[in-house]
Nanobody
């Protein structure tokens, strides 16, 4: 079973940037997908961006061109660089790792974008 630790959330003004980091440890298969999801108050959790261990990326339409996901397979880390942040990006952001045996979530980190 993997464990995930997130960092990097906070408060930023609209137009600003934040970088989220996720570190995975424990039992992890080399072929996996790491990603970021978010949940705003009163809304369902939604995909933000995912990246496979082979480097294939997928983004939500709402963040394309503003957010970039990256990973370091050797360190089992995934980062989300968020630029041009908007108030509607305000949410709790969760890191996720899926491999053939597990689906693991981090504890979440708050991102608040003020207008």
């Amino acid at each position: 079973q993997a464990q995930l630790v997130e960092s990097g959330g906070g408060l930023v003004q609209a137009g600003g940037s934040l970088r989220l980091s996720c570190a995975a440890s424990g039992s992890i298969f080399s072929i996996n997908v790491m990603g970021w999801y978010r949940q705003a108050p009163g809304k369902q959790r939604e995909l933000v961006a995912v990246i496979t261990s082979g480097g294939i990326r997928n983004y939500a339409d709402s963040v394309k061109g503003r957010f970039t996901i990256s990973r370091d397979n050797a360190k089992n880390t995934a980062n989300l660089q968020m630029n041009s942040l908007k108030p509607e990006d305000t949410a709790v952001y969760y890191c996720n790792l899926r491999d053939r045996s597990s689906d693991t979530w981090g504890q979440g980190t708050q991102v608040t974008v003020s207008s």
